[in-house]
């Protein structure tokens, strides 16, 4: 038996050297970010920042509005199938910009006659809250 207890040593010896590695990163994975937030207060910065924005800014709405405003006033697309597809992206956009201005706007509700009409008045009303939808005209440009 006196034999024996070294190679059990060896085996466990062995063994812990192959199996710590894997420990240590299974619990450097699993409780790393709850001790980080314990020693460095990242929940406490979380909480002093504020509710993050949730989706695209106003800004890049109007700008996506603008250009497919521009492709729904210039010359009418090739197919009826990208005709619709483009005004209800346009619509889309419209009633983007609407939940992000806090507009009101009948366009959703509005049944597929009365869409145009709709769409005017969404327009009229994003216009009224200060949003240019053409683009300032900015004169030709310098040579």
Known sequence: MAGDRPLLLGVLTY???AVAPTLFLWAAVRLGPALFDLLVGAASLRRRRGPQPVGPSLESLVADLR????EVRGPGPPTQVRRVALLAAYDDVLLDVCRAADVGSSLAEAPPGERPYARLLTEAAIEEAGIALDPPYEGPAAA
């Open 15 to 17: 063994l812990g050297i």
């Open 67 to 70: 250009r497919l405003r521009a």
